[in-house]
């Protein structure tokens, strides 16, 4: 089987006439990881599906988390055991089933004398703990065991981190796990990607398709309205069955069926992302702010380290969910913790690379004591008329939650019986991804093609980490063509060839959907550098799509007003000396 299929937005019209004559299994409603989780398994299974959100794909929480798969050690104070052992065994499926793209990553939790021995012993106990949810009876492992360092080993191996508190006293010792790295946008692109080529051309994917409501017959949902977000006009999908996958929207999508209640708790989280050199940490942190004790990252990614997440209840800010952005008070927030444990950084906004935030679709609950203490657990419901629906849970679990979905529209006869019996096991769907290479496989390909001679080492890491097997597709045009391969910004890995190969295999129409979510761009490459690189890629993809003159500035326009946003609390600021 072939790893991809072209997929472009030239062939937008066709897409929409196959979605709107066909009839699918599944009509799956949002593109984000549940929505693409679902779409893959159902195309394992021999079933068909048509997939439509109403923005770009990995619009919402699925581009703007954590970039993480992991499985949550926090959560194990709140004793969530079961949370916890599903996504650290799904965390270890991915790294070792799509190795480019899952990437291992250190940990460290430190733990300072006036914290006390109570706080040291959970630590231990919670470290521990995580090895053997991880690893007993799983068939994946963790990818090396959890250790704990005491403190003179912690100031060698990590020397940027404070040796001694005016509050917490000196420090005592760390302990030390793995989870990994991930582009959550990436993982949600390749996901489709992989289900369309699955469903061998049976399974439609559509961008900018919002779904305005429901078509029914006797009363219950057969069918939804569409609305062509870029085109104009309208259509009707039809399916067995329709599934509500909008995590955050989840609400809204259920407004025009016949379901009555408020599931979703949107709560804000943002990150800011700095030069690592200019902080120093050589792995992951795991830290708890000195403001009101919630816990977030300090996370090494190649010359970068992002800090976050925050976790507040977003409707107190905002109603818009499509628009949520770090302010200079989510800003202020991290950099006071993360200043005071990393005493020789002393951060300030001329720091900042760039920005992103996110909102999680949590499940309402009651009794919770603040945003962080919601549980991150899924829930399957459903609407009178028949919409079926899904929504809370986390990144790192999404193949779970969607088998247990499909699971479930079998089981109460929503859709029909598997025509194989391997279809219907439990975890018939923890398969390598058709795009997923080692390193080691990668590097023996680029030596014996001599396509190492085309290119640079931090161009051939972004390739492979980005794009797997089809980052030795990139560099072989590259090596036909050597002008491909020049970056399109000095200093970073994008170039031509790389964007050429996103407009014909990734279904991107616009421009911030290439530098957001098919490349990490938005928030890798320094704000004041984010106009040059726009304008390169809007040239590119002016001539791929045949767009006028006004129409590409139009495009680059939109897409720096983005950016703009992103980092509006800077308006005062400029670049440190080192920046770009």
């Known amino acids: 089987m072939t790893n991809r299929q072209e997929w472009s937005a030239t062939g937008r019209a066709a897409q929409i006439e196959q979605a709107r004559s066909g009839s699918f299994d599944i009509l799956i409603i949002g593109g984000g990881i549940t929505g693409a989780g679902v779409a893959r398994e159902a195309a394992l299974r021999g079933l068909t599906f048509c997939l439509v959100d109403k923005d770009d794909f990995a619009f919402g929480t699925s581009s703007r988390s954590s970039k993480l798969?992991?499985?949550?050690?926090?959560?194990?104070?709140?004793?969530?055991?079961?949370?916890?052992?599903?996504?650290?065994?799904?965390?270890?499926?991915?790294?070792?089933?799509?190795?480019?793209?899952?990437r291992p990553l250190g940990f460290m939790l430190c733990v300072y004398d006036n914290e006390g021995l109570k706080k040291r012993v959970e630590m231990r106990a919670a470290v521990k703990l995580y090895d053997l949810l991880s690893d007993t009876g799983s068939r994946f492992r963790n990818y090396r065991k959890s250790r704990v360092f005491q403190a003179s080993f912690v100031e060698e191996f990590e020397p940027a981190i404070s040796q001694r508190d005016p509050e917490?006293?000196?420090?005592?010792?760390?302990?030390?796990?793995?989870?990994?790295?991930?582009?959550?946008?990436?993982?949600?692109?390749?996901?489709?990607?992989?289900?369309?080529?699955?469903?061998?051309?049976?399974?439609?994917?559509?961008?900018?398709?919002?779904?305005?409501?429901?078509?029914?017959?006797?009363?219950?949902?057969?069918?939804?309205?569409?609305?062509?977000?870029?085109?104009?006009?309208?259509?009707?999908?039809?399916?067995?069955?329709?599934?509500?996958?909008?995590?955050?929207?989840?609400?809204?999508?259920?407004?025009?069926?016949?379901?009555?209640?408020?599931?979703?708790?949107?709560?804000?989280?943002?990150?800011i992302v700095v030069p690592n050199e200019r902080l120093g940490n050589?792995?992951?942190?795991?830290?708890?702010?000195?403001?009101?004790?919630?816990?977030?990252?300090?996370?090494?990614?190649?010359?970068?380290?992002?800090?976050?997440?925050?976790?507040?209840?977003?409707?107190?800010?905002?109603?818009?969910?499509?628009?949520?952005?770090?302010?200079?008070?989510?800003?202020?927030?991290?950099?006071?913790?993360?200043?005071?444990?990393?005493?020789?950084?002393?951060?300030?906004?001329?720091?900042?690379?760039?920005?992103?935030?996110?909102?999680?679709?949590?499940?309402?609950?009651?009794?919770?004591?603040?945003?962080?203490?919601?549980?991150r657990e899924h829930e399957i419901f459903e609407s009178a008329d028949g919409v079926v629906a899904m929504a809370g849970g986390k990144l790192t679990t999404y193949r779970l939650m969607a088998e247990e979905l499909l699971f479930h529209l079998v089981k109460t006869g929503r859709l029909p019986r598997f025509k194989q019996a391997r279809f219907g096991r439990k975890g018939f769907s923890v398969q390598p991804f058709l795009v997923g290479m080692a390193r080691e496989a990668f590097d023996r390909v680029v030596a014996?093609?001599?396509?190492?001679?085309?290119?640079?080492?931090?161009?051939l890491e972004y390739l492979h980490q980005q794009f797997g097997s089809q980052g030795l597709e990139i560099l072989q045009r590259i090596q036909a063509e050597p002008a491909l391969g020049r970056p399109l910004v000095e200093g970073y890995p994008h170039c031509r060839a790389?964007?050429?190969?996103?407009?014909?295999?990734?279904?991107?129409?616009?421009?911030?959907?290439?530098?957001?979510?098919?490349?990490?761009?938005?928030?890798?490459?320094?704000?004041?550098?984010?106009?040059?690189?726009?304008?390169?890629?809007?040239?590119?993809?002016?001539?791929?799509?045949?767009?006028?003159?006004?129409?590409?500035?139009?495009?680059?326009?939109?897409?720096?007003?983005?950016?703009?946003?992103?980092?509006?609390?800077?308006?005062?600021?400029?670049?440190?000396?080192?920046?770009?």
């Open 69 to 102: 798969a992991h499985g949550g050690i926090r959560y194990l104070k709140n004793g969530e055991f079961g949370l916890v052992r599903e996504s650290t065994t799904e965390r270890n499926w991915l790294r070792c089933h799509f190795p480019n793209l899952v």
């Open 168 to 271: 917490l006293g000196g420090l005592k010792e760390a302990g030390f796990y793995y989870d990994t790295n991930v582009d959550d946008a990436r993982l949600t692109v390749e996901t489709i990607k992989e289900s369309l080529v699955r469903s061998g051309g049976g399974s439609v994917a559509l961008n900018y398709a919002k779904v305005i409501d429901y078509t029914r017959d006797g009363g219950r949902v057969t069918g939804v309205k569409v609305q062509d977000v870029l085109g104009g006009g309208e259509f009707e999908v039809k399916g067995r069955v329709v599934a509500a996958c909008g995590g955050i929207w989840t609400d809204e999508i259920l407004r025009k069926a016949d379901f009555g209640k408020t599931k979703i708790y949107p709560t804000k989280g943002v990150h």
């Open 498 to 580: 790389e964007i050429e190969f996103i407009l014909r295999y990734e279904n991107a129409p616009c421009l911030i959907d290439v530098l957001c979510r098919r490349t990490e761009a938005q928030w890798m490459v320094w704000h004041h550098r984010q106009e040059a690189l726009a304008r390169q890629v809007a040239r590119i993809m002016a001539e791929h799509y045949g767009w006028t003159d006004a129409h590409e500035q139009a495009q680059v326009a939109a897409y720096m007003e983005y950016v703009k946003k992103t980092v509006a609390f800077l308006e005062t600021a400029t670049p440190p000396a080192s920046g770009g």
């Open 448 to 459: 014996d093609k001599r396509l190492g001679d085309v290119s640079w080492p931090e161009q």
């Open 282 to 375: 050589r792995n992951a942190f795991g830290i708890k702010s000195f403001d009101d004790g919630r816990f977030f990252f300090v996370l090494r990614r190649g010359n970068v380290s992002v800090i976050g997440t925050t976790d507040t209840d977003y409707f107190k800010e905002s109603p818009d969910l499509d628009q949520p952005w770090c302010t200079k008070q989510d800003c202020d927030y991290l950099l006071r913790t993360v200043n005071r444990l990393f005493p020789r950084a002393g951060l300030t906004y001329r720091d900042i690379i760039g920005t992103y935030a996110g909102i999680r679709p949590l499940i309402r609950q009651e009794g919770a004591v603040n945003e962080s203490a919601v549980s």
